[in-house]
């Protein structure tokens, strides 16, 4: 009738609309696929670019519960680590298992522990929530170093990722890891982005922009939040697959700190709260950052440059970066970008 | 344009009477039905302060009643005993006959109460249609999983809460304003969308904390207008809290004035009008600077 | 349990109580800001470590105590100042969350810049008090944790002095109980947070230097002073009674448990006990030992 026609009739020009605004983001699925893996060095895609992936999926995560759903969280790593140590223990002690299911069972175990630490927040308002998180942050990582069982009883506590090996297929080579990791990326930013669509993504919005209305008008607030955060710790844990089996070949606590829990934060920050394509403008200007500091140190100081001055400056452009972006620019590096596009457009 | 739904809605500049008009222009359905809001002996207090004393009220089916009071007087809390959000120390609140000690305000959406705030309460994350389409929250029941994936029952509920949201801003005329962040809008239109995501849930109850503050004259007038035709429109039960005396006298039916927590009146506006203890308390010598 | 040491359960008891209240005054700091500004300071942690780091280095450079003393105050009070007026005064409007992370950005910049400019090892902080250990009725008790206990005490003591009787601790209050009658009374806002920031440089200063003496003047003293969010949880964000009741219980728990539980598994928990305390705490009293924020039904 009348209505279905006006209706299937905006559809389409939603959808023409959507294809006009998503080209850039298809050309550069196009460029991932079907370009970086034969253009890229090793070192390119070993240093900058599987990083780059795997940070970019814990902030596309943590964004979901910071960034839409406004709740803190300083614990990423912890769950990252949950995510790694668990895909490492379901490989090696379950036979036959594998490794997509592995990886998806990790992920579950990240949001079982994110829910035991966060469920009594998450009743409350407030920065308890951080504190909870920071509880799940420093509670994994002595975990996972006191009881040797996690990692094998291995002497020195630091143990290799399995081979990476799909349906027969095995993705050793670095170009071969990349697309491994890329394909999990764009999966799991595909149905996040969904998500963030959606009646439930709005959900999300709305219990972070007024939790007292939303109440009233009848969102499930409590519901909201604990699905933000067992969805935001499923993705992390994921990320924290990806992290040490695809990126360091190796699973192990240390890496798995506050500082990478709060680099995280920064990543979401930068990039831009509440977008999913923040998640990875960030996570590209963290990866690149110290070597862009590393070059222009020595350039500027020469001898004196050393890697505890790279360290700590680091941390000051960094912090400094942090307040710039939340003073001048909230909506991060994204905003940058939808401004400089339509700029562009525009001429 | 437009869907064909829009045509059964009256436009508003040919039935809606003028404002300040004599009230009780709709008539009033007064069933055999229990009243829609009753509030029976609700009192009140904080620590040492007695915010409401022993509150009788009753609200029928279509019926716009006011409920007006110097500052002070008990007014929001009055509605944030309705919605819940307090506790009466006494009486109960009763919704469509069911008498509750406490109003679960998480099931107020579900028992067909639907409220707007005097400080303004819309999402400002998301644009104005997305704001309304929330409204309809009640109605859809698709898991995330399902909204996802997209078909199925995902899909037509998210279709028909857009649909209800495009009626919605047809009738309150914030068609152009649809895909706009809420934030952007100005005072007197974030106020209308608020009241659009609250009739958009076709609530039995609609309770509007000072819908009209901060307006100018015309969009007050505006909003009255509105007021009314939801009314008319959607056989709502509207309470609302207001300060223009003189806007509340032309479009409720009934006034309810507060006064240091205690209901002092209860009646039509012409008759409250010429209450003396509301004179001595209210109004003053204010009638002619109410207009 | 008749062969249970009760004087060792003291002795450790006493030894958490002690290092409670040193808790209690960093966590007075973080309720100052919070009751005022109404942002939770991450960079609390950092502006101690800034704090111990400069006297030290003055000290070791030659200064005399006194002086350095001064000058670290100095500096401290400055810092305050200049992270009042650069970074939360231009975030005034917005989110307690977008405030928190600013924050957080600052412990980065201020903990770089210490580093940067003093060097990233490890100082011992020397205060001149003998760390030799008192008999007090069959126990043990560090003189140290004494002289560091009393002279936090004095601090809470005072601190709470001023906001009671001073005309600026009434300011302090009358800001953190209603910002905008404070503004309509004609409060100056921008003296008064100065003065907030100042004040929380100056409770740095004494935290850091106590801290420092006691655990050495490095990095992870940052780390340490993040256990007073744990105390918050249970005394209220913006209590000071709920700071020194909550700081004494979390530092007598925490010893309590590093003692009795800690060998059962492996040792190493301080590192997060406070916090997993915090977080039951939670499931049982989620409206914090004094009720300060209302817990909202779901």
């Known amino acids: 009738?009348?209505?279905?026609?006006?209706?299937?009739?905006?559809?389409?020009?939603?959808?023409?609309?959507?294809?006009?605004?998503?080209?850039?983001?298809?050309?550069?699925?196009?460029?991932?696929?079907?370009?970086?893996?034969?253009?890229?060095?090793?070192?390119?895609?070993?240093?900058?670019?599987?990083?780059?992936?795997?940070?970019?999926?814990?902030?596309?995560?943590?964004?979901?519960?910071?960034?839409?759903?406004?709740?803190?969280?300083?614990?990423?790593?912890?769950?990252?680590?949950?995510?790694?140590?668990?895909?490492?223990?379901?490989?090696?002690?379950?036979?036959?298992?594998?490794?997509?299911?592995?990886?998806?069972?990790?992920?579950?175990?990240?949001?079982?522990?994110?829910?035991?630490?966060?469920?009594?927040?998450?009743?409350?308002?407030?920065?308890?929530?951080?504190?909870?998180?920071?509880?799940?942050?420093?509670?994994?990582?002595?975990?996972?170093?006191?009881?040797?069982?996690?990692?094998?009883?291995?002497?020195?506590g630091v143990i290799d990722a399995p081979p990476l090996v799909v349906g027969g297929i095995a993705f050793d080579t670095p170009a071969g890891r990349y697309l491994f990791a890329l394909a999990i990326v764009t999966v799991l930013t595909l149905l996040c982005w969904r998500l963030v669509q959606s009646q439930t993504g709005h959900h999300f919005i709305a219990v972070r922009d007024n939790e007292q209305a939303a109440r009233v008008i009848g969102v499930p607030v409590l519901r909201t939040k604990l699905l933000a955060f067992a969805i935001s710790s499923f993705v992390i844990g994921v990320a924290g697959v990806l992290w040490g089996f695809v990126y360091l070949r190796t699973v192990e606590p240390a890496g798995f700190n506050l500082d990478r829990s709060l680099q995280i934060l920064f990543i979401v920050i930068i990039g831009g709260l509440a977008t999913i394509r923040g998640a990875f403008f960030g996570a590209a200007l963290i990866v690149v950052f110290p070597l862009l500091l590393s070059r222009l140190g020595s350039l500027l100081l020469g001898q004196w440059f050393d890697s505890g001055v790279l360290e700590m400056s680091q941390r000051i452009v960094l912090g400094a970066l942090i307040i710039f972006f939340l003073i001048v620019e909230p909506q991060g590096l994204a905003a940058l970008w939808q401004r400089a596009r339509r700029r562009i457009w525009i001429s | 344009m437009g869907s064909t739904l829009g045509a059964t809605l009256p436009g508003l500049a040919e039935t809606a009477p003028p404002a300040h008009s004599s009230p009780a222009a709709a008539p009033l359905v007064r069933t055999s039905a229990a009243p829609v809001l009753q509030l029976e002996g609700v009192s009140l207090s904080f620590g040492g302060v007695q915010a409401l004393r022993h509150v009788d009220l009753a609200l029928h089916e279509r019926e716009i009643?006011?409920?007006?009071?110097?500052?002070?007087?008990?007014?929001?809390?009055?509605?944030?005993?309705?919605?819940?959000?307090?506790?009466?120390?006494?009486?109960?609140?009763?919704?469509?006959?069911?008498?509750?000690?406490?109003?679960?305000?998480?099931?107020?959406?579900?028992?067909?109460?639907?409220?707007?705030?005097?400080?303004?309460?819309?999402?400002?994350?998301?644009?104005?249609?997305?704001?309304?389409?929330?409204?309809?929250?009640?109605?859809?029941?698709?898991?995330?999983?399902?909204?996802?994936?997209?078909?199925?029952?995902?899909?037509?509920?998210?279709?028909?809460?857009?649909?209800?949201?495009?009626?919605?801003?047809?009738?309150?005329?914030?068609?152009?304003?649809?895909?706009?962040?809420?934030?952007?809008?100005?005072?007197?239109?974030?106020?209308?969308?608020?009241?659009?995501?609250?009739?958009?849930?076709?609530?039995?109850?609609?309770?509007?904390?000072?819908?009209?503050?901060?307006?100018?004259?015309?969009?007050?007038s505006e909003m009255a207008d509105f007021v009314r035709a939801a009314r008319d429109q959607f056989d709502t039960a509207i309470l609302l809290i207001e300060h223009d005396i003189g806007l509340v006298f032309g479009l409720s039916d009934r006034v309810v004035v507060l006064h240091h927590g205690s209901k002092i009146a209860d009646g039509a506006p012409a008759a409250v009008r010429q209450d003396a203890a509301v004179i001595e308390a209210y109004l003053g010598v204010t009638q002619q600077e109410a207009a | 349990m008749s062969d249970f040491d009760w004087v060792f359960f003291a002795e450790v008891l006493t030894g958490g109580l002690l290092s409670g209240v040193m808790y209690a005054l960093v966590a007075i700091g973080f309720v100052l800001i919070y009751k005022t500004s109404g942002v939770l300071n991450f960079a609390q942690g950092a502006q101690l470590l800034f704090a111990a780091l400069t006297f030290v280095s003055l000290v070791e450079r030659g200064i005399a105590f006194v002086l350095a003393l001064l000058l670290t105050l100095a500096a401290m009070i400055l810092l305050g100042l200049a992270i009042e007026r650069v970074v939360l005064r231009p975030l005034q409007n917005q989110s307690p969350m977008s405030l928190f992370m600013a924050t957080l950005g600052l412990s980065y910049v201020i903990e770089g810049a210490a580093q940067l400019l003093w060097g990233t090892q490890v100082h011992a902080l020397e205060l001149g008090i003998a760390d030799t250990p008192l008999q007090l009725g069959g126990m043990m008790i560090s003189s140290f944790d004494l002289f560091a206990a009393a002279t936090a005490a004095l601090m809470v003591t005072l601190l709470s002095l001023f906001f009671r009787y001073t005309r600026l601790g009434l300011e302090f209050r009358a800001l953190a109980d209603d910002g905008f009658a404070a503004l309509a009374v004609g409060l100056r806002l921008p003296r008064i947070l100065a003065a907030v920031w100042a004040t929380a440089g100056l409770i740095a200063l004494i935290a850091g230097l106590l801290w420092g003496a006691r655990l050495g003047v490095q990095f992870s003293l940052s780390l340490v002073v993040l256990k007073a969010l744990p105390v918050l949880v249970l005394g209220g964000f913006d209590s000071v009674l709920g700071a020194i009741v909550g700081g004494l219980l979390i530092g007598a728990l925490e010893k309590l448990a590093e003692v009795y539980l800690g060998p059962l598994v492996g040792g190493g928990i301080e590192g997060w006990f406070a916090y997993v305390a915090a977080l039951a705490f939670l499931l049982v009293r989620p409206s914090g030992l004094f009720g300060q924020r209302a817990w909202q039904r779901g």
């Open chain 2, 65 to 220: 009643l006011a409920v007006i009071g110097p500052n002070g007087a008990g007014k929001s809390s009055l509605v944030n005993v309705m919605t819940g959000l307090y506790r009466p120390t006494q009486g109960t609140v009763s919704l469509g006959g069911r008498r509750l000690r406490q109003v679960p305000t998480a099931r107020l959406g579900r028992l067909g109460v639907a409220r707007t705030f005097q400080n303004l309460a819309l999402f400002k994350g998301l644009s104005v249609r997305d704001n309304i389409v929330l409204g309809r929250v009640n109605a859809m029941r698709a898991s995330f999983v399902e909204q996802i994936i997209g078909v199925g029952r995902a899909r037509r509920e998210r279709i028909d809460a857009r649909a209800q949201a495009e009626q919605m801003m047809d009738f309150l005329d914030l068609r152009a304003y649809a895909e706009r962040p809420v934030g952007d809008l100005p005072y007197g239109l974030q106020k209308r969308v608020e009241l659009a995501r609250a009739l958009v849930a076709r609530p039995r109850l609609l309770l509007l904390d000072e819908p009209m503050a901060g307006m100018t004259v015309t969009e007050k």
């Open chain 1, 1 to 156: 009738m009348t209505i279905s026609l006006a209706f299937s009739s905006r559809r389409f020009s939603v959808r023409g609309a959507l294809l006009r605004d998503a080209w850039p983001w298809l050309l550069l699925l196009v460029a991932a696929y079907g370009v970086v893996p034969w253009a890229a060095s090793a070192y390119l895609i070993d240093a900058l670019l599987i990083p780059f992936l795997a940070l970019s999926l814990a902030a596309v995560g943590l964004n979901l519960l910071t960034g839409y759903a406004g709740q803190l969280s300083l614990g990423s790593a912890a769950f990252m680590a949950v995510g790694a140590f668990a895909a490492y223990n379901l490989n090696l002690r379950v036979d036959g298992l594998p490794l997509l299911v592995s990886i998806v069972l990790a992920g579950l175990a990240a949001t079982a522990i994110g829910l035991v630490f966060g469920l009594p927040s998450l009743r409350l308002r407030g920065f308890y929530l951080a504190v909870s998180t920071l509880a799940a942050q420093f509670f994994v990582q002595w975990v996972l170093v006191k009881f040797s069982w996690f990692s094998n009883d291995n002497p020195s």
